[in-house]
């Protein structure tokens, strides 16, 4: 069996500065919480949990809690919530994602010259929620070719879209396209994130060319949701796991070639014991 480790594959930089963030202030503080689990990994919030690190999902469980560092997770929040978790008497401690931060100003910086802002994502994911968050007025988020189609805006108003960072960028320029034929006066802004788009484009190469593909990565997380995706299109013999425990190895003993990618939430030391499992 052949066994290919897309480059890719893995944590992404700004997951990575957020882990690492939070370790650091593990060793150093006391308590220690983040808003959410740090990023879209149990394995990963597993081993913080360990280290004394808490995950507080709302804004009433602070009220529960003593007061301490408040790590800001990678996903980001509005601006009502950070200001509120600093009332509540805790140390603000922002680890969201460079990327996503960026949207955060740019939504606002339109908004305020007059522009229809415009998002397109999944309004459920946590990420997209804090970018709403900084828009003042009410803003549309689309997920969906059909939505956008039937999408109707203010045609004496510009219209500034954005993206949520771990977007599918090929169905991102499909909805955009679909908007530009409208006839809006559109400025549309590509915020999915570099590491996003090489993995996506790596992983579905990768498919192309492998009998089996195998993606890694929490249930929860949505750009390797978005891989999975990607790599069933090109290869049907595409299986979405969350460790090796997961993987039943049986099924690939009649596979000759085999693609391995991961979510950028997703350890290496889980990436090794896969591909170490496959290779024997």
């Known amino acids: 069996m052949n066994v290919t480790l897309a480059k890719s594959a893995g944590f992404c930089p700004g997951v990575k500065r957020a882990v690492d963030i939070v370790y650091d202030q593990a060793d150093r503080h006391s308590p220690v919480y983040t808003y959410g689990p740090i990023i879209h990994n149990d394995e990963v919030v597993g ?100 939505t956008a189609k039937n999408l109707k805006l203010d045609s004496t108003k510009k219209v500034c879209i954005v993206s949520q960072t771990t977007f599918n960028y090929k169905k991102f320029k499909e909805i955009v396209e679909i908007l530009d034929k409208k006839g809006y006066d559109i400025l549309a802004l590509n915020t999915i994130c570099n590491a996003t788009e ?34 069933k299109k090109e290869c049907e013999n595409t299986y979405y796991i969350q460790t090796l425990v997961d993987l039943d190895l049986e099924k690939f003993k009649s596979f000759r070639n085999v693609g391995i990618t991961a979510g950028a939430s997703t350890p290496n030391k889980i990436i090794k014991e896969v591909q170490t499992a496959c290779q024997k």
């Not at 913080?48 to 997770?73: F, H, T, W, Y």
């Not at 060319?209 to 999975?228: C, E, F, P, W």
């Open 47 to 146: 081993e913080l949990q360990k280290k004394g690190v808490r995950a507080i999902n709302s804004l009433d469980e602070m009220d529960e809690v003593e007061p301490g560092i408040m790590i800001i997770r990678s996903h980001g929040v509005t601006w009502e919530e950070e200001e509120t978790i600093r009332k509540k008497g805790f140390e603000v401690v922002d680890a969201t994602c460079p990327f996503v931060k960026k949207i955060h100003r740019l939504v606002r910086e339109h908004e305020e010259a007059g522009e229809q802002i415009v998002i397109i994502g999944d309004e459920n994911h946590p990420e997209v929620r804090g970018i709403m968050g900084w828009c003042h007025n009410r803003c549309i988020v689309l997920d969906h070719e059909e």
């Open 198 to 231: 090489e993995r996506q484009t790596e992983s579905r190469e990768l498919a192309k060319q492998s009998d089996a593909m195998i993606v890694i990565g929490g249930r929860h997380s949505s750009n390797t949701q978005k891989l999975y995706e990607i790599c």
